[in-house]
């Protein structure tokens, strides 16, 4: 049986990364914090841009606790999505088509989410990336860990745990 | 004394910009205790099939009332920094509705003040959301 021939890189570049705008776009709360995300592949890495209105202590000044929280999670959530999404749209079940047409999937609920502070968040740019340690029918765990100039020295950590949206009904 | 050290707590919480873009009020503060409400903001949904806010909304708004908690503790000299905090989940917000957010600074030592609280919305049987952290004891 002859293999088919790949997709031109263009084309899988260009519907990976409409999928992936649509998932984030469409929700507010993203687009309120400024949160953006850089796709490699499959992996994604979130980016807080530096505002104003993310400082919690202006005396120091340092990033708000709820700031850096709600980056975590909304990293959390998004690579839990992204993932499930990913292996539907490279195995041709799912049409991203239809979320950039605006049917969004269902996304992941917070059941918990535990923040570790280990040092105060600066007024700059913070990244985040998600690892999955555990994808179910049902539930599933997630771990997540930002920085901001050094990779190696996280400002934050966190474990959630989220309960997956019901797949076909 | 106290009274000087709420009104201190207040003025902080009000000259905090993360906590005012979401749009916070601290309605009561004294001996370890806190109440901060925030309205319904349609820039706040983080689900929006059911325009639920986000959960990170609330997070930010668990964290202010617990650290304004500690920091208005009778034991506290004023300024405080999350160390660690939990938020669970248990229901979604009814859409609309302003959430209240209420922290009890239960334990203090030099060190570290123990924190609790929960958030509600116009039901307040049942919580949208509870969370329990540790916050440092620092001067100011």
């Given at each position: 049986?002859?293999?088919?021939?790949?997709?031109?890189?263009?084309?899988?570049?260009?519907?990976?990364?409409?999928a992936?705008?649509?998932l984030?776009?469409g929700v507010?709360?993203?687009?309120?914090?400024?949160?953006?995300?850089?796709?490699?592949?499959?992996?994604?890495?979130?980016?807080?841009?530096?505002?104003?209105?993310?400082?919690?202590?202006?005396?120091?000044?340092?990033?708000?606790?709820?700031?850096?929280?709600?980056?975590?999670?909304?990293?959390a959530i998004i690579g839990l999505s992204w993932g499930m999404l990913w292996e539907e749209i490279?195995s041709?079940a799912f049409d991203?088509?239809a979320i950039?047409?605006g049917a969004l999937p269902r996304l992941p609920k917070t059941i918990d989410?535990?923040?570790?502070?280990?040092?105060?968040?600066?007024?700059?740019?913070?990244?985040?990336?998600?690892?999955v340690?555990r994808s179910g029918r049902r539930y599933a765990s997630v771990?997540?860990?930002?920085?901001?100039?050094?990779?190696?020295?996280?400002?934050?950590?966190?474990?959630g745990h989220f309960l997956m949206p019901r797949r076909d009904g | 004394?106290?009274?000087?050290?709420?009104?201190?707590?207040?003025?902080?919480?009000?000259?905090?910009?993360?906590?005012?873009?979401?749009?916070?009020?601290?309605?009561?503060?004294?001996?370890?205790?806190?109440?901060?409400?925030?309205?319904?903001?349609?820039?706040?949904?983080g689900d929006p099939e059911t325009g639920v806010?986000?959960g990170?909304?609330?997070?930010?708004?668990?964290?202010?009332?617990?650290?304004?908690?500690?920091?208005?503790?009778?034991?506290?000299?004023?300024?405080?920094?999350?160390?660690?905090?939990?938020?669970?989940y248990m229901r979604p917000?009814?859409?609309?509705?302003?959430?209240?957010?209420?922290?009890?600074?239960?334990?203090?030592?030099?060190?570290?003040?123990?924190?609790?609280?929960?958030?509600?919305?116009?039901?307040?049987?049942?919580?949208?959301?509870?969370?329990?952290?540790?916050?440092?004891?620092?001067?100011?």
């Amino acid at each position: 049986m002859a293999r088919p021939r790949p997709e031109p890189v263009q084309v899988i570049k260009q519907r990976r990364d409409a999928a992936l705008n649509a998932l984030v776009q469409g929700v507010p709360y993203i687009r309120f914090l400024g949160v953006a995300f850089d796709r490699r592949g499959d992996e994604l890495t979130a980016i807080m841009p530096y505002d104003d209105k993310l400082i919690g202590n202006p005396l120091l000044p340092a990033l708000h606790g709820g700031a850096t929280a709600a980056f975590l999670e909304i990293t959390a959530i998004i690579g839990l999505s992204w993932g499930m999404l990913w292996e539907e749209i490279e195995s041709g079940a799912f049409d991203p088509e239809a979320i950039v047409g605006g049917a969004l999937p269902r996304l992941p609920k917070t059941i918990d989410f535990t923040v570790d502070y280990l040092r105060s968040g600066l007024p700059r740019d913070a990244y985040a990336r998600a690892q999955v340690n555990r994808s179910g029918r049902r539930y599933a765990s997630v771990h997540v860990e930002a920085w901001q100039d050094n990779r190696g020295r996280p400002f934050a950590q966190a474990t959630g745990h989220f309960l997956m949206p019901r797949r076909d009904g | 004394m106290s009274d000087q050290k709420s009104k201190i707590a207040k003025q902080f919480m009000e000259a905090i910009p993360h906590s005012r873009a979401l749009g916070m009020r601290l309605t009561h503060v004294s001996e370890g205790r806190a109440d901060i409400e925030m309205d319904y903001d349609a820039r706040f949904i983080g689900d929006p099939e059911t325009g639920v806010i986000h959960g990170g909304a609330i997070s930010a708004l668990m964290d202010t009332c617990c650290g304004a908690a500690a920091m208005s503790h009778p034991a506290s000299p004023g300024g405080t920094a999350t160390i660690d905090l939990r938020i669970d989940y248990m229901r979604p917000a009814t859409p609309g509705q302003m959430i209240r957010a209420h922290a009890e600074c239960y334990h203090i030592t030099r060190s570290v003040a123990f924190v609790r609280a929960r958030a509600t919305d116009d039901d307040d049987t049942l919580p949208v959301a509870t969370a329990t952290g540790t916050f440092t004891v620092e001067g100011k």
